[in-house]
C-alpha cells in the first residue's frame, strides 16, 4: 500500500492550508488513518486520528479546535484542515494507515510533506 501526501507548503501565522493523504495498492481495508508530525529535534507525534467510518476522531490538545481530519473512503484519501496556524505548528507531517491485505494487518506511513508557518 502506497500513501502519497500533498498539501504542505509555507503561509503566514493565522493562515490555513489542507494536507491530503491518498492510499493506493492492491485489494486493501483501512481500519484508521492518521497524522503525525516532527520538528526538528522533536520525536513524531501524532497530530490528529479517525476511524473507518470517520465516526470517532482523535486530536493532539496542541491542535484541538483548530485542525479538522476527514476522510472520503470513495477515494481512500485522508485530509487535514489546518486553521489558525502557528510558528510551533512548522514540522514534517506524516500521514499513516492501519489496514488489513486479504492475508495480514499492516500499517504504513507517507513520505512526508513539510509544513512552515513565518511569525
Known amino acids: 500500500v502506497q500513501l502519497v501526501e500533498s498539501g504542505g507548503g509555507l503561509v503566514q501565522a493565522g493562515g490555513s492550508l489542507r494536507l491530503s493523504c491518498a492510499a493506493s495498492?492492491?485489494?486493501?481495508?483501512?481500519?484508521?488513518m492518521g497524522w503525525y508530525r516532527q520538528a526538528p529535534g522533536m520525536q513524531r507525534e501524532l497530530v490528529a486520528a479517525?476511524?473507518?467510518?470517520?465516526?470517532?476522531?482523535n486530536y493532539a490538545d496542541s491542535v484541538k479546535g483548530r485542525f479538522t481530519i476527514s476522510r472520503d473512503n470513495a477515494k481512500n484519501t485522508m485530509y487535514l484542515q489546518m486553521d489558525s496556524l502557528k510558528p510551533e505548528d512548522t514540522a514534517v507531517y506524516y500521514c499513516?494507515?492501519?489496514?488489513?491485505?486479504?492475508?495480514?494487518?499492516?500499517?504504513?506511513w507517507g513520505q512526508g510533506t513539510q509544513v512552515t508557518v513565518s511569525s
Open positions: 499513516r494507515i492501519w489496514g488489513a491485505t486479504m492475508t495480514s494487518p499492516f500499517s504504513s
Open positions: 495498492g492492491s485489494t486493501f481495508s483501512i481500519n484508521a
Open positions: 479517525i476511524t473507518s467510518g470517520g465516526g470517532s476522531t
